[in-house]
């Protein structure tokens, strides 16, 4: 799947301690010729790119420290094999060559930071609350004073792309980054409370929970080398660490979710991009959910997604040996249902083309136990590996890499009852009766769907209503129109009470890679949703009509707290969150698709 972190994304790392320190690599003068190396070992893929492939000119916004870890532990670890540090080195330093690292500045607050309170009004984890609905209560924004928004500071990350979400809790935020950095900002004046150094990229939202043993709360997150960890939320110091899948390729996109003690982690995987490499065994890794100790990351209970092991097999008419079945890759942060005592999450597709039952699927497990209480396949046979068309050989037929990427939503209806919301990537919007074995009572088309396409990360909801971004930057076939934008419906019977279109893209960097996609999670207060777009445009929707109330450019060039200069770039992934009159939102993800920037952007009406 690409969830801009399927295929090749060079970001998954778990680089040892003396290679994450040393963030300034250099070259000996004897140094081997990287242009050679990447010519050998790369250029087959990143010169001709399909699908979730980046391009060599979107490697080169990378830094170099990613790009060199990536290559030694990450996604690019079988194309680096019989790789001296020396030459690994190299390729990185002729990729990252364009890439231009941020001066930064010391930014510590000079006023010691008062213990940390958990409450209900900030924004915790992915989608705010447990039923993921992305809607903030309490906003501290009128409609009317959304076209008044602009930027009260900036914050500039070390690496020129923006991940993750911040996480906003009495008046702190927790922010992630590329690089492997966790930082808790002062949320009025952006100044560093502390900042540590993960050991990981981390692109999840961080979760605050109450703390316990002399820590006052405790932030919760997971990195791209399937770890998650527990850290005291005042002082950013280690509580403890554990990983959660023992695959070369697993690593955690989703948020981990707290609840009544326990962490919920969800498992994905790069495997797709390493099926690239002729003579790779593919496929071995099956995504799943796994149940922690809140405070001490004991296992509790893990289960797949796919429940026969991987083993080996033969295709008719193939003399290479492949593995399966694998795939189910679980994206996004679990929502719970307390009141049933049930966990939902989505699931990506098959990597193989054995058929299995719980891809491109919505599911509910025990929470106590794990045990899957019911699956619901809304997409079958999507087989799909991207990186094998390089090497071969491909799943057959390919299916349409529909995963469900975006969280499910849980919503209470007006009637009484509930209804479990489900986008997907093909488009497709679901209302499943989590009551009656996930049922399906209707189903509604958006967008046209596609590798790059329909809902990618993040639907939100607001009553009874729906918003849903639709990418549709990559259509799955030629003859498809994209249909990017964003729509509202109503979740009891389904039926679009509104569409916007996309405005045309308007991309501050230029026209190259310019494009209007909403892929970014929207997120909803009262009488507004705020969606991003691939040119880095922020708009606000009157959640009635669909009317855009306000658009702001991210795509520019601020004045940091902690630098000269921060850039912005595409808007993607994690989406803005509304905390007290402030909207708190990355802007630069450039992955794949798009451009890449480092800031993160806090705006307030006037900016104060």
Known sequence: MRNHGVLITLTRIALAAAILTSSNVTIAASAPDGAALYALRCAKCHEHAQGHMPTRESLSNRPLINIVMTLKTGSMQPQAEGLSHEEVTAIAAFLSAAAKKPVLHSNHCSAPAQPLRVSQTGWSGWGRDLANSRFQPHSGLAPADVPRLKLKWAFAYPSPMSWGQPTVADNRIFATSTTGQLYALDATTGCTVWSIEVGAPVRTAVSIGPGFAGHTALAYFGDTSATAHAVDADTGAEVWRARVDEHAMARITGAPVLFNDRLFVPVSSFEEGAAAKPGYACCTFRGGVVALDARSGGLIWKQSTISKPPSPYHRDGEPTTLFGPAGGAVWSAPTIDAARGVLYVGTGNDYTDLGTAMTDAVVAMRLTTGDILWAHQLVPDDHWAAGCSFRGPCPQPSGPDADFSAAMILIKLPSGGDMLIAGQKSGVVYGLDPGAQGKVLWRTAVGVGGIFGGIEWGMAASGSSIYAPISDSMPTRDSDKPRSGIGAL??????????????????????????????????????????????????????????????????????????????????????PVVVNGVLYVNSGYGQFLGHAGNVLLALSVDGK
């Not at 308007?506 to 970014?520: L, P, Y």
């Not at 880095?536 to 959640?543: N, S």
């Open 490 to 575: 109503d979740a009891t019977t389904g039926k679009l009470l509104w569409w916007t279109p996309a405005s045309p893209p308007v991309c501050h960097w230029g026209s190259a890679d310019c494009r209007a996609a909403h892929s970014q999670a929207v997120t909803a207060i009262d009488g507004i949703v705020f969606s991003g777009s691939q040119d880095g445009h922020l708009r606000a929707y009157d959640t009635r009509s669909g009317k855009v109330s306000w658009d702001f450019d991210t795509a520019q060039t601020f004045p940091a707290v902690n630098a000269d200069s921060a850039s912005g770039g595409s808007l993607d992934a994690g989406g």
